[in-house]
């Protein structure tokens, strides 16, 4: 399985590199990021990209996907209207495109949120926007795609948020990780990268999965193998 996973600087990014790296269904990783991760492995190959518009010349370097992870993503918080409806909504449409170019068979998962809009009429600005963005995938005619609804995530391995008000709250939260870690509300970062796996080889009724079900997914492949 040959997978592209896009905002891998990132804390959930990051977090699904980090499993597909350690899992041997995945034979070859594909990165897009605008700054190195700076990571060396064999199985990573990663193309530093500024302008995320112009992604389409990496078609021929990019000739084989199975599965497209897209994490990347920016909170709405401080960032005007305009911008985050670009990276948001128009960075995916981009990403969608190109995946199905290269390949309409590859299923595609996308993180989103818990909150996120399906109709695209809520009265919050973000939730319509990630709304918009889920149903251009669902409706591009991809072999299959999922939208996480991804809530409280616990980050594992020494990852860490991008964002410096996230890292406050995990310090602070982080006596209480045990404890929160039997919630089934709450997932965390292995249990997230291993769901996102999973789907691709164990394809799920649901196509917006959130954390209970993030964490129900994240063991299949034990219960089967």
């Not at 949120?113 to 995938?137: D, F, L, Q, R």
């Not at 860490?160 to 982080?174: D, E, G, H, P, Q």
């Amino acid at each position: 399985m040959n997978v592209l996973i896009t905002g891998s600087t990132g804390m959930v990014g990051k977090s699904v590199l980090y499993e597909c790296i350690k899992d041997d269904r995945i034979k070859k990783i594909y990165l897009i990021n605008r700054s190195s991760i700076n990571i060396i492995n064999n199985k990573v190959e990663e193309f530093i990209e500024i302008d995320f518009t112009k992604i389409n010349k990496l078609k021929n370097r990019i000739d084989k996907i199975d599965a497209c992870f897209h994490c990347m993503g920016i909170t709405s918080f401080g960032h005007k209207s305009n911008y985050y409806y670009k990276v948001t909504f128009e960075m995916t449409k981009i990403l969608t495109d190109f995946v199905f170019q290269v390949n309409p068979k590859a299923i595609m998962t996308y993180v989103s949120g818990e909150g996120t809009s399906k109709t695209e009429k809520s009265k919050i600005y973000w939730a319509n926007v990630k709304g918009k963005a889920e149903n251009y995938i669902l409706n591009k005619g991809l072999k299959d795609a999922y939208m996480i609804r991804l809530g409280l995530l616990i980050p594992e391995n020494g990852i860490k948020a991008k964002t410096k008000l996230y890292n406050i709250f995990y310090s602070v939260m982080r006596p209480f990780y045990p404890l929160m870690k039997k919630i089934p509300s709450i997932t965390t970062s292995s249990k997230l990268g291993l769901a996102m796996i999973n789907l691709f080889f164990f394809p799920d009724h649901k196509k917006y999965i959130n954390n209970k079900r993030i964490n129900i997914l994240s063991s299949k492949h034990i219960k089967i193998e």
